[in-house]
């Protein structure tokens, strides 16, 4: 579990693609003094099993699942990935619950400044826009993001100074993917609300009707 509170970013030293999906060799950019063989480690939102830790490197798989499912499978030597270690249970959620299993790939439509912050207005797969609501969280390449607007066929968020300066959004521009996570509460929310009325799946449509808001006290 992670909080989208990007540590900093490290650098794709080797991306090799195998049979079983890849291998990844990443440099971060701060100390890995506490990351176990075996630790997690998000990179760029997705969810990743350290199997070898030398100083500030690290290696791992990446299982066919991820490389289709992320922009981890296009990778190439020398590109940046935002990085979070796993969450302890002594620290502070400053961000969202973040499960680290992205849900699909978006694409940056437009980022346009907006006095101190960057305003990204994103394309998503509707296995995203489904749960996303207005002042809502939504992780973007791993980054604890809040909705500013729900769109038709995507969503927008402010970008602060810091968050652009510390992370690879500050580089991202018109047409580059991005790694999208919904938030985990919605997705269960969803799942309950689908079954109670007797429906065998998710609708995938916001099933967070007014009534059933009402019979449940919010």
């Not at 909705?147 to 959004?169: C, Q, Y």
Request: proline residues 4%.
């Amino acid at each position: 579990m992670f909080t989208g509170i990007i540590e900093g970013t490290g650098r794709v030293r080797e991306n090799t693609r195998t049979s079983q999906g890849a291998k990844m060799v990443i440099e971060a950019g701060f100390s890995l003094a506490d990351l176990p063989v075996g630790g997690s480690v998000a990179v760029s939102g997705a969810c990743l099993t350290a199997v070898w830790v030398s100083g500030d490197t690290f290696a791992a798989d990446v299982s066919p699942e991820t490389v289709s499912r992320t922009t981890l499978g296009r990778a190439r030597p020398g590109d940046l990935v935002n990085l979070e270690r796993a969450l302890t249970l002594s620290g502070r959620l400053d961000g969202h619950l973040v499960t680290g299993h992205v849900d699909g790939v978006g694409e940056v439509a437009s980022v346009s400044r907006q006095e101190n912050a960057l305003l990204f207005t994103i394309r998503a797969p509707e296995s995203v826009r489904a749960f996303l609501v207005e002042k809502g969280s939504v992780a973007v390449e791993g980054v604890s993001l809040t909705v500013n607007e729900v769109t038709r066929d995507g969503f927008s968020v402010m970008v602060i100074p810091h968050t652009a300066k510390i992370t690879t959004l500050g580089a991202r521009g018109p047409g580059d993917p991005v790694n999208l996570e919904a938030d985990v509460i919605a997705k269960y929310v969803e799942k309950f609300v689908s079954r109670s009325k007797g429906e065998g799946k998710p609708s995938g449509g916001g099933g967070l009707t007014l009534e059933f808001l009402q019979k449940s006290g919010f």
